[in-house]
């Protein structure tokens, strides 16, 4: 089997993948980054039945909804789930393009449907990161979210983000040491305070998101560009 340019491709799923195989190998993965199966559920059976047959042709679960260019590396952003490549205009659709994914938080998936309605820029959105349980106190996590690059930190029950990359020599930030509220700089110990970003040298502060814990998972706020 080859791709559009007569590359070899690595089928990812065996022969005779069903549904329930896909339901199986998905859900955990999308739990994490806080998305659900649509509640409809004959919707979704669909769905994942049009991704059987895409596997069978081309050997890997492409969207069903979007159309492959040909382009390894461009492709690979439709890959289902998809999630993480869309992860800003996704939160705020509140579900993935074609609906088989849905915000934990979205009680009836009957309601997102049809609509596909990109957000435009500026549109402010929350986006799920990660849940609770998976920070512990005292850590720091590298979460990556569309362009922005951004160390999130857990001081006591407490999250914080602000950018990944240190001013001084552009350290990453998420690899430091977390004392208090400073995480200290992996490459030469400069100290950021994670509540405000700011440091003790001079104009060299780095940017700050907004953080919100609801239903057991910590969303990042971000406008869209």
Same mark, same amino acid.
């Given at each position: ?27 955990? #993965?999308?739990?994490?980054? $806080? ?19 895409? &596997? ?17 590396? =461009? ?24 609906? &088989? #994914?849905?915000?934990?938080?979205? =009680?009836? $998936? ?32 590298? @979460?990556? @979210? $569309? ?10 029950? =407490? #999250? ?15 690899? $430091?040491? &977390? ?25 060299? =502060? @780095? ?10 998972? @910590? &969303? ?6």
């Amino acid at each position: 089997m080859s791709d559009r340019g007569g590359r070899p491709v690595r089928r990812r799923f065996s022969t005779g993948t069903t549904i329930a195989d896909l339901k199986e190998y998905m859900v955990p #993965f999308v739990a994490t980054l $806080g998305y659900k199966l649509n509640t409809e559920t004959e919707f979704v059976d669909e769905v994942l039945a049009s991704e059987i047959e895409i &596997l069978d042709a081309t050997g890997d679960v492409y969207c069903p909804c979007r159309v492959r260019t040909g382009d390894p590396k =461009e492709d690979m952003r439709i890959v289902c789930p998809c999630i993480p490549f869309h992860a800003e205009q996704f939160a705020a659709m509140r579900k993935c393009w074609c609906g &088989l #994914f849905i915000r934990t938080d979205v =009680e009836d $998936g009957a309601d997102l449907l049809g609509v596909i309605d990109e957000p435009e820029a500026g549109t402010a959105v929350e986006v799920p990161v990660c849940r609770v349980d998976d920070l512990a106190p005292g850590q720091v996590k590298h @979460v990556k @979210v $569309g362009k922005a690059d951004i160390a999130l930190a857990r001081v006591g029950d =407490e #999250f914080f983000a602000l950018s990944n990359v240190c001013r001084h020599a552009f350290g990453p930030l998420a690899d $430091g040491v &977390l004392e208090g509220y400073e995480v200290m700089c992996p490459w030469h110990g400069w100290r950021y305070d994670v509540r405000a970003g700011t440091t003790d040298h001079p104009d060299v =502060e @780095v940017k700050t998101y907004p953080v919100t814990v609801r239903y057991g998972e @910590v &969303l990042i706020g971000l406008t869209l560009r």
